[in-house]
């Protein structure tokens, strides 16, 4: 069956420092892939989405990567701020259809 | 503020009751979506909406849930004869269908509507 992992652990670093999360997929073609922040009791906020055909994407001081030969996804933050802080789930879409299927998230913690 | 909006954010139930929420999506957006999530997971999609006809329901919405979207507008869930094991939050969001790949992927979730199930 198909399945995304991210680790379920709570990732907790120094401000300033770059996060890095991972998510991991088996038995699944994911057409594109997208990463959202979910602050407690609110519902996720989309943030990035990258193609299965590109390897890296950018926006302001976050980073995804996509291997679609390892099945993964990075997701970077660099110059963590405890702002940062909150829950990140990856996310699969395959390719013309709008169902998303989403990972369990990891909770990111940035200690001043 | 023109974002999704649930209504109500929080119920409280008694088990064998039967509860409805609703969501007002945003307003130009023809796609509408349900999930459900407990804690420590992720959302996981109940049923999806284009305009006013349902086009998906997963296997985890059982005969005693049911959605509308009577208007191609707002939505509503119902839960009939609730169960412990419906208390979760149910999350709707919404989507713009259109050409441009960037939007017609990007889902606005709504705050959610936390329920329990006593």
């Known amino acids: 069956s198909q399945k995304i992992e991210q680790n379920s652990e709570a990732l907790n670093i120094q401000e300033g420092k770059t996060a890095t999360l991972t998510c991991n997929y088996t038995n699944y073609s994911p057409a594109y892939l997208q990463w959202y922040r979910q602050d407690p009791g609110r519902g996720p906020v989309f943030l990035l989405l990258?193609?299965?055909?590109?390897k890296e994407k950018r926006k302001e001081r976050l980073k995804v990567t996509f291997d679609t030969t390892l099945k993964q996804s990075l997701f970077h933050i660099t110059a963590s701020q405890p702002a940062d802080s909150a829950t990140y789930l990856c996310a699969l879409l395959s390719g013309g259809y709008q169902k998303v299927t989403f990972g369990t998230g990891t909770k990111l913690q940035v200690i001043p | 503020d023109t974002g999704v909006s649930q209504n109500p954010r929080h119920k409280i139930t008694k088990r064998g009751q039967n509860v409805t929420f609703r969501c007002d999506p945003i307003s130009e957006h023809n796609r509408l979506y349900w999930y459900r999530q407990t804690l420590g997971q992720g959302p996981e999609f109940l049923t999806y909406?284009?305009?006013?006809?349902?086009?998906?329901k997963s296997r985890l919405l059982s005969d005693r849930f049911s959605a509308e979207r009577p208007k191609g507008s707002f939505s509503t869930l119902e839960i009939q004869r609730t169960e412990q094991g419906d208390s979760a939050m149910y999350l709707c969001a919404s989507s713009l269908a259109a050409k441009d790949l960037w939007a017609k992927n990007i889902q606005y979730f709504g705050a959610g509507t936390r329920l329990s199930v006593l």
């Open positions: 990258i193609r299965e055909n590109e």
């Open positions: 909406f284009q305009n006013e006809a349902q086009l998906e």
